[in-house]
Nanobody
Framework: QVQLVESGGGEVQPGGSLRLSCAASGSTALYFAMGWFRQAPGKELEGVSCISSSDGSTYYAESVEGRFTVSRDKDMVFLQMNNLKPEDTAVYYC???????????????????WGQGTQVTVSS
């Protein structure tokens, strides 16, 4: 069983930055791909980013490419978000696979385990 706890959300002005953190408990999380989803009010869940454990390969949704950077260190995963836009406002969820270490486009986004979510609001 894997438990995920996010932190680092908040409110920021357009153009600002935030760094989300996700702490994973459960030894298996160290070996499998982890990712970030977000859900804005009235919109569908969007897979934002993914990072593998073995080689650190990454995936980004087109909407965040060049602005967001995902990284991981042992049982922690981070999402550095720069040049934030109002459309980035959403609840952000950390996720993990129960098995498998591939990210898109080679495999689906991690969906087996979910954190409780952290709110990110971008507003002037």
């Amino acid at each position: 069983q894997v438990q995920l706890v996010e932190s680092g959300g908040g409110e920021v002005q357009p153009g600002g930055s935030l760094r989300l953190s996700c702490a994973a408990s459960g030894s298996t999380a160290l070996y499998f791909a982890m990712g970030w989803f977000r859900q804005a009010p009235g919109k569908e869940l969007e897979g934002v980013s993914c990072i593998s454990s073995s080689d650190g390969s990454t995936y980004y949704a087109e909407s965040v490419e060049g602005r967001f950077t995902v990284s991981r260190d042992k049982d922690m995963v981070f999402l550095q978000m720069n040049n934030l836009k109002p459309e980035d406002t959403a609840v952000y969820y950390c996720t993990s696979k129960g098995k498998g270490d591939l990210c898109p486009p080679f495999a689906p986004m991690p969906r087996d385990y979910w954190g409780q979510g952290t709110q990110v609001t971008v507003s002037s």
